[in-house]
């Protein structure tokens, strides 16, 4: 692997003091668009200053990134804290002299050194940035198009709980309701957040600047007279063919506590009057309605990567989250960005947990820390890495029995960008 000179002494490296030392340089590295003054008020208040960190050169800042505290759900387990990294920029004027590599070094030193989150994660621009820094692609998500003619489902789920009604609301007036059914998902799916305070109000935020000549953003609730048990936020974009309503539906986030509102919710949203085009642009590759959908083809799912994800530490980051099968594997990795990781780990992993050591003992499988964050949160394969060459097995059988192990159902899915 390729390392450059560190960046030279002209920049030096320090927290920002709070928002307003990112604006320019994320405004300049992301196109010269200046956010609107409600997404500045919310990235201002979500940063976290002494997570965060600035390059400066004569006292300017140059590039940015932003650290924040997560607790995120894990395979197998509840949330538990990793590292977010966002905003991650560098001026147009200071790109390609090793900025973000240092950015990004120090930050993982520094998480190392504290023995503060095991994982860090990121949403990535584009697909071949973060590889090189040991980061893998760890969730994917699908995006849906769902056209008139396609909108009938195979099964209405009747589920046991008392008949749905349908209530259309503001965001801000479904707060409560949306974080509740969010709490109650919160441990099923892995890369989901706990999302509380500003995180949550982001997520329902909808600044008219911002909405791109679409409608407001609508909230449905599914309701059963005493619960809430699923939420669908969505706004409708206005479009005519032939004299007849074709209103795009756009689906921001679609969530519900059990199968029924699941359902329900969808009926819904594909019978919205004017509609269209239902959209949706980032689902679970696993989500439920492409088994609900008579005719899933002409939906067109198509996947993408998602979050990228990363050990900090290899034996807190494998010994942090459940497995689906026991195994007993050394894995030989190699990590010249942390090279503490560097080196072999035997992992035991078990239904009761895992333990990750050091060890000297023959390697069963030989990978980088990048393929290493790709099966992180249960969603890469090792037999799919080990096809392409990007795991070695070294021990017949260790593939397969690491693939087990480390897949989890439902697959990892994030519906938050940061
Ligand atoms: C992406 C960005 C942060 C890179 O910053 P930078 O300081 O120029 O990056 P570095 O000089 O540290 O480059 C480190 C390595 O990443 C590579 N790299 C940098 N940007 C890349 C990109 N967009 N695509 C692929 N590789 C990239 C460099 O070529 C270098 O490769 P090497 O390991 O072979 O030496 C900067 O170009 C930027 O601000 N872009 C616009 C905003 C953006 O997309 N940010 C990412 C948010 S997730």
């Excluded at 973000?100 to 990121?122: F, G, K, Q, S, Y």
């Excluded at 769902?146 to 009747?158: D, G, Q």
Aim: glycine share 8%.
């Amino acid at each position: 692997m390729h390392f450059p000179s560190p960046p030279s002494p002209d920049y030096d490296f320090r927290p920002p003091e709070d928002w307003s030392e990112f604006t320019e340089v994320v405004s300049l590295a992301y196109g010269g668009y200046d956010h609107s003054p409600e997404h500045r008020a919310t990235a201002a208040e979500l940063l976290e200053p002494k997570r965060s960190l600035l390059a400066c050169t004569a006292g300017r800042p140059c590039a940015t990134l932003a650290g924040y505290s997560l607790d995120m759900t894990l395979p197998g387990t509840g949330p538990r804290p990793v590292l977010g990294l966002g905003y991650i920029a560098v001026s147009p004027a200071h790109r390609r002299r090793g900025l973000m590599r240092e950015l990004i070094r120090r930050t993982l030193a520094d998480l190392h050194t504290t023995r503060a989150e095991p994982v860090a994660v990121l949403n990535s621009t584009e697909p071949d940035i973060y590889g090189r820094f040991g980061f893998g692609a760890a969730s994917h998500a699908v995006s849906l198009a769902i056209p008139v003619e396609a909108r009938e489902l195979t099964e209405m789920p009747a589920g046991d709980g008392p008949p749905l009604t349908l209530e259309v609301a503001s965001p801000a007036e479904s707060e409560a309701a949306v974080a509740a059914v969010c709490r109650a998902g919160l441990a099923e799916r892995p890369g989901t957040l706990r999302r509380e305070g500003a995180w949550l109000r982001r997520s329902l935020a909808d600044p008219p600047a911002d909405r791109g000549g679409a409608g407001r953003l609508l909230c449905m609730l599914a309701t059963d007279g005493t619960a809430v048990r699923g939420y669908a936020l969505y706004r409708l974009t206005a479009g005519w063919t032939r004299s007849y309503p074709r209103f795009t539906v756009s689906v921001r986030e679609l969530c519900a506590t059990d199968p029924a509102a699941y359902a329900f919710l969808w009926r819904a949203l594909l019978d919205v009057d004017l509609g269209g085009t239902v959209v949706a642009e980032a689902r679970p590759v696993d989500d439920p309605v492409l088994a609900l959908l008579a005719d899933p083809r002409s939906a067109a799912p198509t996947v993408r990567d998602q979050l990228y994800a990363r050990a900090v530490d290899v034996d807190r980051a494998l010994a942090g989250r459940g497995y689906a099968a026991e195994a007993e594997l050394v894995l030989e990795v190699s990590d010249p960005l942390c090279p503490w990781n560097e080196g072999r780990w035997r992992l035991i992993t078990g239904p009761a947990g895992a333990d990750c050591v050091r060890t000297h003992a023959a390697a069963d499988l030989a990978l980088t820390a990048r393929e290493l964050g790709a099966v992180l949160l249960g969603g890469g394969s090792f037999a799919q890495l080990a096809l392409a060459g990007r795991v070695t097995e070294l021990r017949p059988g260790a593939v397969r029995a690491a693939t087990v192990a480390f897949r989890h159902d439902p697959a990892p899915y994030c519906p938050v960008v940061f």
